[in-house]
């Protein structure tokens, strides 16, 4: 009787150990699933790499005054695959419409502004329409329309084949935390991460960042 309660105790016990290693696979499954796709992420812009950008752009110093300098956002994304591998990229779409909207509402703010620069141009924009105030900056950049100014500014302002991905390697799901086991740019480790929805948060050491996955 003692062997025979013995063995219906080890089978018990391997059934119970089977029973959980089947469960904890298929967790690890549904985290995998859940995690997989692309999400999109956006910062703001550091206002001295803005104001530099902005020079290089030949915006006169009283212009950059009159513009927000903390408006500007970049665009970035992180794809997870079935197949355990990632790619962090820079979303360079994301970047030249994030830019030209900044643009857009630079010349705004300086529109709202505009007679702080009668001095700078020794002219009085007083009295002129925002249409006008547009189409003299056109002429200035020797442009047609004031769409095409934007446009070319955007386009003139990086080297967008340069802003492609900028790491990427092999992970895994270790309890509630990505590991990134191998990274082209050399940050491999452990970092916590949760997903609420449509949102995905991963701590990093120098921060939490928030993605959106993209449909």
Not at 35 to 53: I, Q
Not at 119 to 126: K, L
Not at 146 to 161: I, M, T
């Amino acid at each position: 009787m003692d062997m025979k309660r013995r063995s219906w105790t080890a089978l018990a016990v391997l059934l119970v150990m089977a029973a959980l290693l089947c469960a904890c696979g298929s967790s690890k499954a549904q985290k995998l699933e859940a995690l997989t796709g692309t999400w999109t992420a956006s910062d703001p812009v550091e206002a001295d790499t803005v104001r530099e950008l902005l020079s290089s752009m030949d915006f006169y110093e009283e212009e950059i005054a009159l513009i927000d300098l903390n408006s500007l956002r970049d665009a970035y994304y992180v794809e997870f695959t079935p197949d355990q591998t990632y790619v962090f990229s820079y979303d360079v779409l994301g970047i030249k419409s994030n830019l030209y909207a900044f643009l857009s509402q630079a010349f705004h703010d300086m529109y709202e502004n505009r007679t702080a620069l009668n001095e700078t141009y020794s002219m009085d924009f007083s009295d002129m329409s925002e249409a006008d105030f547009q189409m003299f900056y056109a002429v200035i950049y020797e442009k047609e329309e004031f769409s095409s100014l934007l446009s070319a500014l955007v386009e003139e302002a990086f080297y967008y084949d340069q802003l492609g991905e900028y790491d990427g390697g092999d992970f895994d799901i270790v309890g509630n935390k990505i590991d990134f086991e191998t990274s082209s740019a050399g940050e491999t480790g452990r970092c916590p991460y949760e997903i609420k929805g449509n949102t995905l948060t991963i701590s990093f050491a120098e921060g939490d960042i928030t993605f959106t996955k993209q449909n």
